[in-house]
């Protein structure tokens, strides 16, 4: 169990390190996501975290076009 507490913190950091890019662009999007990721992170919602995670690329690739 330490090692998925381990696991959820450092999803966490990456919410917040994309919440701070959000800001620094003015990016709802980047926000909107990381506010979802961090949630479901301290609410240990797996299934939620996992599909987050898996669409991150793909709202990255929006914003670029």
């Given at each position: 169990?330490?090692?998925?507490l381990m696991?959820i913190?450092?999803?966490?950091?990456l919410?917040?390190k994309?919440?701070?890019?959000a800001k620094e662009?003015?990016?709802?999007?980047?926000?909107?996501?990381?506010?979802?990721?961090?949630?479901?992170?301290?609410?240990?919602e797996?299934?939620?975290?996992?599909?987050?995670?898996g669409?991150?690329?793909?709202l990255?690739?929006?914003?670029?076009?």
């Open positions: 169990e330490a090692k998925d696991e913190n450092v999803i966490e950091g919410g917040k994309v919440g701070d890019v662009h003015n990016s709802s999007a980047l926000k909107e996501w990381s506010d979802k990721i961090m949630s479901h992170s301290k609410k240990f797996i299934n939620s975290i996992e599909k987050e995670l669409g991150f690329r793909e990255v690739k929006k914003m670029k076009d």
